[in-house]
């Protein structure tokens, strides 16, 4: 049986939150690394994209592991696995390695509890399980940056303290969670793989209105909160870390408040939703550019805002467009390949700080936005040529569905 009650409740949203504060606690303390360690950008930025490489294998397999050894279990494994991941952080004033072993760390954390403890909540929440999933996650997500930036800011200890804080309340949480009922796996073996699971990620619709979106999501959030603040570094010195950690909360939590309003644009047999979120993320990328131009921490801040629309715009549309054309058994693998798509927009950072040595940012993001003026008219001229199926599932998914 789920498990029940409003302190179960709590307690596995506590979790989705902790989840998102480690991963995104990483966004103001990079920008200490590069004050006070003095490391290069194209070393944090390489740092941060490792989190990429635990993130995306522990999102397609989290909900198959608790499946199979039970969802209290592994909701709590990664539990321990994020505390790890802070503590180790906190060893990067006497070793650059630390900080790559726990970002990969953090993702693996990351992946799992952003997935199977998001099913946890919707067992335990008949109805609005789910919707409570997408609001602690995003809670994380945007607070995490913020709390450690303000630590980072006024607290001794700059880079230590910040991720001993978030170990400290991961492990305060593997305790409360400890007597939480365990739920039982739907199936120790999976059913073989059908030519059915296949068929939403072959349609045209998908391949061609779906997909070429989807970079979008993740590129949208890591332009925000890691490549513009550094930028304009030299305007907020004596504040970087705190403004750094103000615009990530700008830009996630404009990104959930919101999708309620993809879900009321998106209409089916139509990809105006999926066509606004992308044209929200170049018009973002073209006020980062200028914000960048002008060194302007104001105009950072907008172009977050704008991205943090862009972002959430073109998840819920993304995923409004999963749940009408795919069959239930195939929902996790078009859920699963989306996913993993959406999060390939985690390079760009990297691809500008490579990038960096023969252009300068402010070309460079008008290009990007150009790239995503193409994909937005392969999006529209797909989605003329292929309209809907039948809605094959009844089911809309949400942010944090498989």
Same mark, same amino acid.
């Given at each position: 049986?789920?498990?029940? /009650? ?7 949203? $506590? ?70 991941? *802070?503590?180790?952080? =906190? ?10 072993? *726990? ?11 952003? *997935? ?82 296949? *068929? ?68 089916? /047999? ?8 992308? $044209? ?18 104001? $105009? ?41 798509? =959406?999060?390939?927009?985690?390079? $760009? ?54």
């Amino acid at each position: 049986m789920p498990p029940r /009650g409003e302190r179960a409740r709590l307690l596995i949203a $506590a979790t989705l939150v902790v989840g998102g504060w480690g991963a995104n606690q990483f966004t103001p303390l990079s920008v200490a690394y590069r004050l006070d360690q003095g490391w290069s950008t194209l070393r944090v930025v390489a740092m941060f994209t490792t989190y990429l490489l635990g993130l995306v294998p522990a999102l397609l397999l989290g909900c198959r592991a608790a499946d199979r050894f039970g969802v209290r279990r592994v909701v709590r494994l990664a539990l321990a696995l994020t505390a790890v991941a *802070s503590c180790v952080l =906190a060893l990067s004033v006497v070793s650059e390695a630390a900080v790559y072993v *726990s970002r990969l760390s953090t993702g693996v954390a990351t992946g799992v509890i952003v *997935s199977a403890a998001a099913a946890w909540l919707g067992q335990s929440s008949q109805g609005s399980g789910t919707r409570y999933a997408v609001y602690a996650t995003g809670t994380g997500f945007a607070f995490g940056p913020l709390a450690a930036g303000a630590m980072v800011e006024w607290l001794p200890h700059p880079l230590v303290l910040p991720p001993l804080v978030h170990a400290v309340l991961a492990l305060l949480l593997l305790r409360a969670t400890a007597n939480l009922p365990e739920t039982a796996g739907r199936r120790a073996v999976r059913q073989h793989v059908s030519a059915e699971r296949w *068929s939403a990620v072959t349609h045209p619709r998908f391949v061609g209105v779906v997909l070429p979106a989807s970079p979008a999501v993740f590129a949208a959030v890591t332009v925000s909160y890691v490549v513009l603040p550094p930028l304009v570094v030299d305007r907020i010195h004596d504040y970087a870390p705190l403004f750094s950690g103000l615009v990530a909360a700008v830009t996630l939590t404009v990104g959930l408040l919101v999708q309620p309003a993809a879900a009321r644009i998106d209409r089916p /047999g139509s990809a105006r939703a999926t066509l606004i979120a992308m $044209a929200t993320v170049v018009i973002g990328l073209l006020v980062g550019s200028v914000a960048v131009d002008r060194a302007s921490p104001v $105009a950072v801040v907008a172009a977050a805002v704008v991205l943090g629309a862009g972002y959430g715009l073109t998840l819920e549309s993304g995923l409004a467009e999963i749940g009408r054309l795919a069959s239930p058994s195939a929902l996790p693998t078009a859920a699963a390949l989306f996913q993993g798509v =959406a999060h390939s927009g985690f390079l $760009a950072p990297l691809v500008l700080a490579i990038s960096a040595r023969s252009a300068s940012y402010q070309e460079m993001l008008v290009v990007l936005a150009l790239v995503g003026l193409v994909f937005l008219t392969v999006a529209a001229v797909y989605s003329r040529k292929h309209g809907h199926p039948e809605p094959s599932s009844g089911e809309r998914l949400t942010s944090w569905d498989e």
